[in-house]
């Protein structure tokens, strides 16, 4: 919901900004905004996230690169030869190419409901940003805005390796590394300073719209796995079209209750899901954040804090036992 808000929040700094430095700020906000955020939060709370660690660095630099700034670059490459139809028809791919990467390339389960499910939500997608025409537009457009869809795909993907660890660092990490990025190419470009109220303003929406949505995207990364928080993060555009409705009084087009009504099917089978069977848990020892529930039956030393949640490094010992489950971090396991 804060992501999709933010594009029709976007459309508006448009009016008096360029779209590289637009990117720009909006991402540099929510890495300034997360690194204040988590400051108080570590001071002022007390509790802490498990931090990154030196092993976590690959992952998350590949996901910088591939997501923050391959990702934009190849998009607006894409944009320049390519119609706005065609190119919001395209941007669909990333949420099923980050399922089939997830489920083919990073082994996370999945049955029919599931598959359905993302279909039903896609095709919810494809007809919010059907225009009527369908225009195809210069062959390499296409392929570039394709491109960029797949370097998002990977890097949810491997964004989910680290999502045990902190998900504000996380996330003000790859805001800081693409915001700088985005900044230097609008400005190698010759892009105009915007005035402080529009500078102010991008970095509230990228606060909300990008810091805020991303450390809640790596925290469902964690809990339920990629295919799935990718399925429920296509929701966006709905969300920002039915805001642009509202507050830019864009016009409510007969797709739109169709597109509700797909997406709706979809988050219904995700939610009404139930994945229960006998699995196995192999020896594990890591660190995030956590309660003492059924997998975290363990012992402490006395540097650790007792109140809960708390991070520590902690052993899981092999265990056999059958309950409902998500493809979270505990439960990577085969079928």
Not at 88 to 101: H, I, Q
Not at 150 to 162: E, H, P, Y
Not at 163 to 189: C, E, H, M, R
Not at 280 to 300: A, I
Request: include cysteine; charge should be neutral.
């Amino acid at each position: 919901m804060l992501f999709g808000a933010s594009t029709p929040f976007a459309k508006i700094l448009l009016r008096k900004t360029d779209p590289i430095l637009l990117a720009g700020l909006l991402y540099l906000g929510s890495g300034v905004g997360l690194v204040i955020w988590r400051w108080f939060s570590r001071h002022l709370r007390g509790r802490q996230e498990a931090a990154l660690k030196l092993k976590d660095l690959p992952w998350l630099a590949g996901a910088i690169l591939s997501g923050g700034i391959l990702g934009p670059i190849l998009l607006l490459i894409g944009l320049r030869y390519t119609p706005a139809s065609s190119a919001s028809l395209l941007l669909n791919l990333e949420g099923v190419l980050t399922a089939l990467l997830a489920w083919f390339v990073f082994r996370e389960n999945f049955d029919r409901r599931i598959a359905f499910g993302m279909t039903t939500i896609t095709a919810g997608g494809v007809l919010l940003s059907w225009s009527g025409r369908p225009e195809l537009g210069v062959p390499w457009g296409a392929i570039a805005i394709a491109g960029a869809c797949v370097a998002w795909a990977f890097d949810n993907n491997l964004t989910r390796k680290v999502s045990a660890n902190d998900p504000v660092q996380i996330a003000s990490a790859k805001g800081l590394v693409a915001g700088v990025v985005n900044l230097s190419i609008a400005y190698a470009l010759g892009s105009a300073k915007p005035g402080i109220i529009t500078i102010m303003s991008a970095t509230v929406v990228g606060f909300l719209g990008y810091g805020m949505s991303l450390t809640f995207f790596v925290l469902a990364l964690r809990e339920i796995g990629t295919a799935r928080t990718g399925a429920y993060f296509s929701l966006a555009p709905f969300v920002g079209a039915a805001i642009s409705i509202i507050l830019l009084h864009d016009t409510l087009t007969p797709y739109f209750p169709i597109a509700a009504a797909l997406m709706g099917v979809g988050v219904w089978l995700h939610l009404t899901e139930r994945h229960e069977h006998e699995h196995k848990h192999e020896r594990l020892e890591h660190e995030h954040m956590h309660v003492h529930d059924e997998h975290h039956q363990h012992k402490h030393d006395s540097a650790v804090p007792m109140t809960e949640p708390h991070s520590h490094p902690h052993v899981h010992e092999e265990l056999v036992h059958s309950h409902h489950h998500y493809p979270d971090i505990h439960h990577r396991h085969t079928h």
